[in-house]
C-alpha cells in the first residue's frame, strides 16, 4: 500500500457544525502533515506529527484541532469554522528524506 | 521574497511541445520535490531529487545543488499534462513550496 488516504473527499458544513476529517497510510511513515490550500496558491502547513507526537503547529486557530491516535491514523478535527476556512485540506506523509506521498485531499467548504 | 521561485508562472503551449519549467532556491534543503496538481484534486509527488538528473516516462527532472537551481522538463507535451507543477525544497520536516506553474496544452 503506497497511498495516503484521505476522508471525506468532500464536505459542506455550517458554522455550528463539528466533523473531522481523516487521513490513513499504511506504509510505515513515521511523520504525517496537515496542509491547507486555496485556490491558486500553495499549500500551507498546519500540523505535523512526528512518532505520533505533535511537532510543529503553523499558530492554527483552536477551531481546528488535530489528532494522531496510531502511527496510521491522523484526524482533524473541525468546530465553529468560518466561511473563510474553505478550502482543500491535504494530508501528507514521510519516513525520513524517502518521499513524501500526499492525499487526494478533502475539499471542505463552510456555509 | 520567496524561498523557492519557480518560473513561469503560466505556460500554454501545443500538444507535443518540449516544456521547462525552472525552479531556484535560496534556502538549504536536504531534497527537492517536483508536484503536480490537476485543478481542484490532490498533491502527486513526480520526483524526489537531491543531486543529478531523474527520469520517468516523458518527464525529466534535474538539479544543480551548486546553484540552487531545478529544472522539470516534459517531452511530447500532452493535454493530459495540464496540471499546476509545484517545486518543494525539504528540511527535515519542513517544505518550502514554490509558488507554482500552471500549465495548459492545447491539442
Known amino acids: 500500500d503506497t497511498e495516503v488516504t484521505q476522508t471525506p473527499k468532500h464536505l459542506v458544513m455550517g458554522m455550528t457544525n463539528k466533523k473531522s476529517l481523516k487521513c490513513e497510510q499504511h506504509?510505515?511513515?513515521?511523520?504525517m502533515y496537515w496542509y491547507k490550500q486555496k485556490a491558486k496558491k500553495p499549500p500551507e502547513l498546519m500540523f505535523v506529527y512526528s512518532y505520533e507526537k505533535l511537532s510543529i503547529n503553523e499558530s492554527v486557530p483552536s477551531r481546528f484541532s488535530p489528532e494522531c491516535p496510531n502511527s496510521s491514523l491522523l484526524n482533524l478535527h473541525l468546530h465553529a469554522l468560518q466561511p473563510e476556512d474553505s478550502a482543500l485540506y491535504l494530508c501528507a506523509s514521510s519516513q525520513a528524506d524517502y518521499g513524501y506521498t500526499f492525499g487526494s485531499g478533502t475539499r471542505l467548504t463552510v456555509v | 521574497k520567496n524561498e523557492v521561485e519557480q518560473s513561469p508562472q503560466n505556460l500554454t503551449a501545443q500538444e507535443g511541445e518540449f516544456i521547462t519549467i525552472n525552479c531556484s532556491y535560496s534556502?538549504?534543503?536536504?531534497?527537492l520535490h517536483w508536484l503536480q496538481q490537476h485543478p481542484g484534486g490532490g498533491i502527486v509527488s513526480l520526483f524526489m531529487l537531491s543531486s543529478g538528473k531523474k527520469k520517468h516516462g516523458r518527464l525529466i527532472a534535474t538539479i544543480n545543488i551548486q546553484e540552487k537551481h531545478s529544472s522539470l522538463h516534459i517531452t511530447a507535451s500532452h493535454p493530459r499534462d495540464s496540471a499546476v507543477y509545484i517545486c518543494?525544497?525539504?528540511?527535515?520536516?519542513?517544505?518550502?513550496f514554490g509558488t507554482g506553474t500552471s500549465l495548459t496544452v492545447i491539442p
Open positions: 534556502v538549504g534543503i536536504s531534497a
Open positions: 518543494a525544497g525539504i528540511t527535515g520536516n519542513q517544505f518550502y
Open positions: 506504509m510505515g511513515h513515521r511523520a
